[in-house]
Structures are given as C-alpha cells and as structure tokens.
C-alpha cells in the first residue's frame, strides 16, 4: 500500500463526496433492491401474515447488522487516520484486529438472539402466524451474521483506503446473487420465507469474499493474525466499536418501538409499514451510502490536520443530503400509486404507505442529517456525541411523539409522531456538529497528548484515539443505518 492511498488530502472534496457516496450507493441500492423483491415476492404469495412476518424479521435483523455497523465505523475511522498519517503497517495491524473483534461481537449477539427469538418477537407484537414465519426466517439468517460482521468490516477498510469501486462491487454482487436466487427459492422450490433467508445468506458469502479478497491482495490491508497486536489495538477499537455500537442500536430500538406501536392496529397496517421499510432503503440509499463515505474523507484529513478540507466537507455533504431528499421526495409523491399497486396493497396497509409518500418522507432530509453528524463526530473523536443523540432519538425522540400521534391520529399518527422527533434531533445535530467544527477551525480543538503506548501518532503529533472518558461520540448509518444487508 502506497502513501498514494492518502487520495483524499488533495483535490475538490465535493468530488470525493459524490464519488464515493455514488459508487457506494450503487452496492447498497443493489442490495436494497433484493430487500425490496424479498418483499414483492412474499407478497405475490397472496398472504398479510408473510409480508407482516418479513417485517417483524427485519426488526431483528436490523440490531444485529446495526451492531456490525458500529464495528465497521471503527474500522472506517481507525484505518483512514493511519493512512492519512502514512503509517502503513499500523493500518494492517489494526484492519485485521477490527475484523477480529467484529466477528466475535457478532457472534456473541447473535447467539443470544438466536436463543431467544420467541421472546423477542413477542416484545415488538408479532404472534401467530406472523410469529411463527418470522421465527423460521430468523432461524436461518441470524446465523450467518458474523459472516456479515466481516464482509461490513472489509468494506469499510476498502473505503479507508478510499476503493470506492471494490467497495460497491462487493455489494453489488451480493444484491445480484441475492436476486439470482429469490425467485429460484421462494417459487420453484416453494420455500416462501425461508427459501428468502436462505438466498440472503448466500448473498452474505459472497459480499464477504468480494471485499475481503482485494483488502488482501490489492491494498494489503491485513496483516496476519497476532493475539499480542489485538490486545494492544482493542482498546482504540472499543473506544470507538461500543459508542458505535450504541448510536447504531439505538436506531432499531426505535423502529422496535414504532414497529409495536403499529403492531397494536393490525398486521395490515405492519404489512404496509414492511414495505416502507423496504423502499426507503432503496430512495434514499445515497444517504445511507453519504454517511458512509463521508468517514474516510474527514478521516484522512483529520489525521494529516487539513481541517479546512474536514469544515469544506461537512458542509457539503448537508448540501448533497438536501437536495438529494427533495427530489427523492417529489419522486415518492407521484409514483407512490405504482408502490401500492405494486406491492398488491389494499385498505390500512394501502394507507400508511400513501401517507408516507405524501407528508414523513421529507423528514429524511433531517434524518440525511443526523447521519452527517453522526459520522462526522465519530472520525472527529467526538463519537458520545452520536450516541447521546441517536439514544435521544430512540428515547425522547420516538416513545412521547408515537405515543401521542397513535393516541391521536391512529396509525397514521405513529410515523408523523416519527417524523417531528426525527426532525428536532436532526436540528440538534446540525446545530452540535456546526459548534464543534468552529471549535475545530479556531484550533481550540487540538489533539489530546498523554503518555500511553496506544496512542497513534499523527504527523509527529500525539493522537488519543481511544480516550474513552473524555472522548464523545459516534455513527453512520446506515449503512445503513444503515442496513448493508
């Protein structure tokens, strides 16, 4: 690997910016896509129970990959400020001390989960059939989570080193895997939902071997297993890894509680909150992809101290999550007939999605917003700053406001409720980030010294990456928030 891998230091960062979140957009969109297919095959088998099942499912199975995201964020952090400080073999180190520690959180939860699945389907208002399908496609998928664990993690090391393209390949032919082999499942071998979770897994294998395989062999980027350089890089990992995790669980708490707010009105109305959560996805997954490229750029430029080039892109990237949000949004507004066509919705599950489109979808451009902040908190050192804002959300910003709007309007009322805390902590957020970036810029924030072993060095100036106390928060997305899976 080459000090050439540094290639965000130089050149317009509005370029990067869209370079990075188009070609990543691509691999999410392809993979969001396949979620959106799960979803119209499921429904084409004529049953509310199976589409409502594939959504409770996917509450689930949204923390676990949450989790993973927040293992792949400290990756993206970690590797690019190596890179940006031209320490090579201090990024191999910790590339592959990242993909370790990721495969066993994953692991870990998604043994628990497994074990537990009745009780927390139960917990967000599945039951009956619903809750028996749901059951079968969680016992087939949850499985295979540490395999994604990995394939988040070597993609987010392809994105430090700022191979956007490889990276969007990597998901791309998960997405095409996964397509190849929904129909094949679902109809031909008549396994409805879980011939769904099985094509998924197959899709996570692939995603794995196409990310980890150039990380090897084009970048260099892991270096072989050393149980003394884990133990001496886990501390800066977990520093940034649990606030991650944190910030990016508190997002399926959320929907778990949306979820069972809309659960107490029917499965119709969950059948049709399924859907939106498989459209989503796929609109705004420049978004989800944004928050994702942002990372590396700060964090190369962060680490090689050009914060001006940090300030240029923040700002930025606002720019591209408005304006993107707008025009998705009159985009839903006209075409959000085809969707309740499509999707073959009738009465309450037509409803929600409608209401969607029509009034909570420009929401996002404060959800756009959040994601921004949350990534750029976490590459600026700040990563509690994140996890306090997105717990806020999923606490203060979702239990008070769904519960009023479902008291009030009904179903409808749960995702306006959403909506208006998405909005206030979106504000908040934007307004946080803009404090701490002329802090940055006025220089009174400066890279912390102290005497530990484990700092990084930056340019010949001591770097605390993993100063858990004093440190604050952290995030993404997306990927996924968001989902990347």
């Known amino acids: 690997m080459s000090d050439q891998s540094a290639k965000f230091l130089e050149g317009s960062t509005m370029r990067h910016i869209l370079v990075m979140s188009g070609a990543g957009s691509v691999g999410l969109m392809a993979l969001f896509v396949v979620d959106l297919l799960d979803m119209l095959f499921i429904s084409m088998l004529g049953q509310v129970e199976l589409a409502a099942a594939v959504g409770f ?34 990024a191999r180190s910790l590339s592959t001390s990242v993909m370790f520690t990721a495969f066993f959180i994953s692991s870990l939860v998604c043994a628990v989960m497994y074990w537990h699945i009745p009780e927390l389907l139960a917990a967000i208002g599945a039951k009956g059939l ?41 998901t791309l032919s998960g997405g095409i895997v996964n397509a190849i082999l929904d129909p094949i499942f679902i109809f031909v071998f008549d396994w409805n939902v879980e011939g769904a979770a099985i094509a998924s897994v197959f899709a996570r294998f692939t995603v794995l071997g196409f990310s980890l395989y150039p990380l090897i062999r084009v970048h260099q980027l892991v270096a ?8 001496n890089n886990l501390k800066a990992i977990l520093t940034i890894a649990i606030p991650a995790i944190i910030t990016n669980i508190a997002t399926p708490i959320g929907n778990a509680i ?34 994702g490229a942002v990372g590396p750029i700060i964090g190369q ?3 090689a101290e050009r914060y001006d080039r940090v300030k240029e892109t923040l700002y930025n990237s606002l720019i591209v999550t408005t304006l993107y949000t707008i025009l998705v949004c009159i985009i839903l507004y006209f075409v959000q007939g085809w969707i309740v066509i499509g999707f073959s919705l009738t009465g309450d599950a037509a409803l929600i999605v409608t209401t969607f489109c029509t009034f909570v979808a420009i929401s996002f ?12 908190f976490n590459n600026l050192g700040k990563p509690l ?13 979702t239990l008070p406001f769904v519960h009023f709007g479902a008291l009030w309007f009904g179903a409808e009322g749960v995702l ?48 605390c990456s993993h100063d858990a106390v004093l440190i604050d928060e952290v995030a993404v997305t997306s990927e996924i928030n968001e989902k990347s899976a």
């Open 130 to 170: 619903a809750a028996e399908r749901a059951q079968a496609y969680l016992q087939i998928l949850l499985p295979s989570g540490p395999v994604l664990a990995l394939a988040m993690a070597a993609g987010a090391g392809l994105r430090a080193a700022g191979d956007a393209k490889r990276s969007m390949w990597a």
């Open 416 to 463: 306006y409720g959403q909506a208006l805390g998405s909005t206030l902590f979106g504000l908040i957020a934007t307004w946080a980030l803009h404090r701490h970036i002329v802090q940055l810029t006025e220089g009174s924030e400066l890279p912390i010294v102290e005497d530990d072993p484990s700092i990084t060095c930056v340019n010949s100036q001591p770097f």
């Open 365 to 376: 451009v404060f959800n756009g917003a959040q994601f921004v902040a949350n990534t750029s």
């Open 301 to 303: 430029n962060f680490g």
């Open 258 to 291: 949306v979820t069972s707010s809309i659960a107490q009105f029917g499965e119709n109305f969950v059948a049709g909150f399924a859907v939106i959560g498989r459209v989503t996805p796929v609109c705004f997954a420049v978004i989800f992809a944004l928050s």
């Open 57 to 90: 499912a996917g509450t689930l199975i949204f923390f676990s990959t949450s989790i993973s995201i927040g293992t792949s964020i400290a990756m993206g952090a970690l590797v690019s400020k190596a890179i940006g400080a031209k320490q090579t073999h201090h």
């Open 385 to 397: 700053y994140s996890t306090a804002l997105n717990l806020g959300k999923a606490t203060l910003g």
């Open 224 to 231: 072989p297993f050393a149980f003394s350089a884990w133990s």
